[in-house]
């Protein structure tokens, strides 16, 4: 049993809304662990303090949601300032013993630092690998993304313990890290089935049209939706398929874009954006869904990250199509097909192959739920983030 004080530290959303870091938290709290969060605010979660399920969240406002150079100044002074000063009120209130850092961006070790010096551990939670990420965004290697890596590998340095989502991370911290490998621990973003219930399809949603392809999670450059739209283009207006909807269930700082892009395509009446939203309609659009989809682009990044859309798809038992990435196809297996990468007529052809095999789509949306049920769901991953936790406490 864990016996000790951890303060969460996150900055790209509200808890407990992202639901690794809550994961993570009420799985600390339930193995003994007095829990605390630091997280910015965000719609529905408005409040400055509050204990849910005997977890602490304190939150902080941000400058704005970074979008460009001086948007990212902007957000990251902010939040820097913010968990500093939360964290000091924590110190002198519930106290902790381990800050725990979740990236974007890999900046929160400076708000650790001063704490090392009361003893205080420092555990790095890599959740996105931010040198990757610029290159998807600005597609350049220039001085910010020399920065980057000069900010992961101080990050890297001053903590203790790492935890990698995949094996991709796992071997960033290794080797570009400089990590020692029994100080690198892999905890999966694993879905929980009491969370991803599988629930009765809601009809009306595919607005009277046979089937419906869906999205979700973030709307951002890097994930990939003008491919979904392209997709939907050739699919509506070369195929000449009436009969398909597009859900996508999420929202980001690329919506309004997106939006537009459907727009210019004229294929407003084919799409439902419904920008970000509780559980329950999320499980109504998925388990709506005859096919799921990841169009995230190939990249450096988006190849080694595994996307919790990927997991939760297959929570619900649904066939998946996306592009061709290494830690996608890890996560799914035989229950995606794989379109060349940054193809969307390949994508599109791969999602009418399923939307007219009902049979495939049945087996492929079986494969998917065995996996999580048997090897990837967060009961059992969250046994890696324990002994994680038990090399940062009882480790000498």
Known sequence: MLVKRILIVVENLPCPFDRRVWQEATTLRDYGAQVSIICPKGKGYEKKFEIIDD?????????????????????????????????????FTRGFDVIHACNPPDLIYLVAKPFKLFGKKFVFDHHDINPELYIAKYNKKDFFYKLMLFFEKRTFKCAGVSIATNNSYRDIAIQRGGKNPEDVFVVRSGPSLKRLKIIPPVNELKKGRKY??????????????????????????????KDVHFA?????????????????????????FTGRVPDRVLLEYLNTADVCVNPDEYNEMNDKSTMNKVMEYMSLGKPIVQFDLTEGKYSAGDSSLYAKRNDYIDMAEKILMLLDDEELRKKMGEIGRKRIENELNWEIEKYNLINAYKKVFFDK
């Open 248 to 272: 996508c269930v999420g929202g980001g700082t690329e919506l309004s874009n997106i939006k537009q892009y459907v727009k210019e395509k004229c294929l407003e009446d084919y799409f439902t």
């Open 212 to 241: 419906m392809v869906g999205y979700v999670g973030v709307i951002g450059k890097q994930e990939g939706l003008n491919y979904l739209v392209d997709a939907a283009d050739y699919i509506i207006n070369v195929k000449k398929r």
């Open 55 to 91: 977890i602490a969240i304190y939150r902080h406002k941000l400058a704005c949601e970074a979008n460009g150079a001086l948007g990212y100044l902007l957000e990251y002074g902010s939040a820097l300032f913010w968990e500093f000063f939360l964290a000091l009120k924590c110190f």
